[in-house]
């Protein structure tokens, strides 16, 4: 069975940084994006903006709201997720998702709440 656990998040102010991580277990094969989502206050699940996905050949990409700011890292032998974000702004402040097999794709960084697998978000807050 496909577990995604998430962890990492918390309370900051605007500037500061947290590093985001996901542990993946029982996922064998990889044919899809995964990467991170976040739904952000008073948005709907179907609202989840793509934040960065990576693909099968290894390439990644970023929001243009996060770009240079935030970046995915993985690690493989830890089956392990990363998104380290600096320089946090208070429209940052969202549950953060990590995801695989969600139907999105580098090109339309637009993922399924309803397919594929889902961990169960990690809140992430920044005051002004």
């Known amino acids: 069975q496909v577990q995604l656990v998430e962890s990492g998040g918390g309370s900051v102010q605007a500037g500061g940084s947290l590093r985001l991580s996901c542990v993946v277990s029982g996922y064998t094969y990889h044919t899809n994006c995964m990467g991170w989502f976040r739904q952000a206050p008073g948005k709907e699940r179907a609202e989840r903006e793509g934040?960065?996905?990576?693909?099968?050949?290894?390439?990644?990409r970023y929001a243009d709201s996060v770009k240079g700011r935030f970046t995915l890292s993985k690690d493989n032998a830890k089956n392990t997720l990363y998104l380290q974000m600096n320089s946090l702004k208070p429209e940052d402040t969202a549950t953060y998702y990590c995801?695989?097999?969600?139907?999105?794709?580098?090109?339309?960084?637009?993922?399924?709440?309803?397919?594929?697998?889902w961990g169960q978000g990690t809140q992430v807050t920044v005051s002004s």
């Open positions: 934040v960065s996905l990576i693909d099968t050949d290894g390439r990644t």
């Open positions: 995801a695989v097999e969600s139907r999105a794709t580098i090109s339309t960084m637009k993922g399924d709440p309803d397919a594929g697998y």
